[in-house]
């Protein structure tokens, strides 16, 4: 059960970002720090439920916070893994173009990484696709040598190892439940009990929205969680693939398509798919909330959303109840690869912030707030830049701290 002093700064959220802002405020050694976490671990949702991929910055919009960040925190990333002995594999992946459709996209996607500072991105032909991933047929390519692979649950507990060092709290099997302004504090309850801080930093996650709520702020969004689904490659099957395959993604939304990773643990996913989730924690098709279903189908973004990408939407549902109609999506990059080749993997939720207007919110969004301090969306490529953005959350909280004190 949290002690009874007051803090500084109170995080909610032990995710990659929670944790990477902690780590940054922690830099000056006279703020007090207290991390909360729902779970009784660390990093239990998306930041666990991932495929483990460094980004390289390659989708991005230059001059986007994604685009920023994702650049900077890759580096950083790649340093305190060195630094702290963390298996890690800079591997490159090439994307694949399919049909003569994709060529423009493909330039796009070249010239987006070129802006972002990326270094020897080399365009491939159809054949030239083959010296790097003997199993896949294109018609041309990217190989983009800066992606990598790591676990990030090793990366976040190496983080909770060091706030810990610096005198940083986390308590887990801690929730939150509401907030009170006393004066010039914040008073938190908590399922263990008050606990008081002079600042709040909102790394909520799947609840980002809900807990700004409680906290009385108006997120002007709703998280939509989208349930990613994986295949792995049977043991027989992973010399299928070397690295990392991706396809071309479709600029309307902010997915990536399947694609094949390996991971850093010598096993190899396929995935993931993009299907509505009907819980904010729902892993499997069986996880139904009416709490979470009931908001999210009384929300009008929900249903301005639904209606320009409804046909989408019956797609994706489709290839997660049809094993085969997934294989179909797997073979426009490895023609040769069979339904017998794969197996069920792992699922994550992805936190999709939405908007009233049916957007889907594609660039982090970060609400200031009195004493606080939302982060409202932390899409992918969060985990590769949570060092990037957790300090960039760390300053701008120390900057209105120090205002508001």
């Known amino acids: 059960m949290p002690d009874h002093k007051i803090?500084?700064?109170?995080i909610i959220g032990g995710g990659i970002v929670g944790t990477a802002t902690a780590?940054?405020?922690?830099?000056?050694?006279?703020?007090?720090?207290?991390?909360?976490?729902?779970?009784?671990?660390?990093?239990?949702?998306?930041?666990?439920?991932?495929s483990g991929v460094i980004h390289s910055g390659l989708y991005y919009k230059p001059g986007s916070l994604k685009a920023e960040n994702c650049t900077r925190g890759r580096q950083l990333l790649y340093d305190f893994c060195e630094e702290h002995n963390i298996n890690y594999e800079k591997c490159g992946k090439i994307v694949v173009a399919v049909s003569e459709e994709e060529l423009p996209k493909l330039e796009m996607l070249y010239e987006r990484g070129t802006a972002n500072g990326l270094k020897g991105i080399k365009k491939l032909s159809g054949d030239e696709l083959k010296e790097y991933e003997p199993s896949v047929s294109g018609i041309a390519g990217l190989f983009v040598p800066q992606?990598?692979?790591?676990?990030?649950?090793?990366?976040?507990?190496?983080?909770?190892?060091?706030?810990?060092?610096?005198?940083g709290k986390i308590e887990t099997g801690c929730k939150f439940l509401s907030?009170?302004?006393?004066?010039?504090?914040?008073?938190?309850?908590?399922?263990t009990g008050k606990i008081t801080t002079k600042f709040l930093i909102n790394c909520a996650g799947l609840y980002s929205d809900r807990v700004a709520e409680q906290c009385?702020?108006?997120?002007?969004?709703q998280i939509i969680p989208f349930r990613g689904e994986y295949y792995k490659l049977k043991k027989d099957s992973k010399?299928?693939?070397?690295?990392?395959?991706?396809?071309?993604?479709?600029?309307?939304?902010?997915?990536?398509?399947?694609?094949?990773?390996?991971?850093?643990?010598?096993?190899?996913?396929?995935?993931?798919?993009?299907?509505?989730?009907?819980?904010?924690?729902?892993?499997?098709?069986?996880d139904i909330s009416f709490k979470d279903s009931f908001?999210?189908?009384?929300?009008?973004?929900?249903?301005?959303?639904?209606?320009?990408y409804y046909r989408m939407g019956f797609s994706e549902f489709y290839r997660s109840l049809n094993?085969?109609?997934f294989v179909s999506a797997l073979k426009k990059l490895i023609p040769s690869i069979e339904i017998t080749d794969i197996e069920r993997g792992g699922a994550g939720v992805r936190a999709q912030a939405l908007e009233p207007g049916g957007n889907l919110v594609d660039d982090f969004r970060i609400k200031e707030a009195g004493r606080m301090l939302h982060v409202l969306n932390a899409p992918s490529p969060a985990a590769t830049a949570s060092l990037s953005i957790g300090d960039t959350i760390a300053k701008m909280a120390v900057n209105k701290f120090n205002r508001e004190m």
Do not use: C
């Not at 803090?7 to 109170?10: E, K, P, T």
């Not at 692979?149 to 990366?155: A, F, G």
């Not at 907030?179 to 399922?191: A, G, M, P, R």
């Not at 908001?295 to 320009?308: E, I, L, N, P």
């Open 23 to 50: 780590l940054a405020l922690l830099r000056d050694e006279k703020y007090s720090i207290l991390i909360i976490e729902a779970e009784d671990k660390l990093a239990a949702h998306q930041t666990g439920n991932n």
């Open 147 to 167: 992606t990598g692979i790591v676990d990030y649950v090793q990366v976040t507990k190496t983080y909770a190892e060091l706030i810990k060092k610096k005198n």
């Open 179 to 191: 907030l009170k302004k006393k004066n010039d504090e914040l008073i938190l309850s908590t399922t």
């Open 295 to 308: 908001q999210m189908f009384t929300y009008s973004g929900f249903w301005r959303m639904a209606f320009k």
């Open 216 to 221: 009385g702020i108006e997120p002007g969004l």
């Open 7 to 10: 803090y500084d700064f109170v």
């Open 239 to 286: 010399q299928l693939v070397k690295n990392l395959i991706y396809p071309v993604p479709d600029p309307k939304f902010p997915f990536l398509g399947v694609h094949f990773t390996r991971m850093i643990n010598g096993g190899v996913e396929a995935g993931p798919n993009a299907v509505l989730a009907f819980k904010r924690e729902g892993y499997s098709h069986k």
């Open 323 to 325: 094993k085969r109609a």
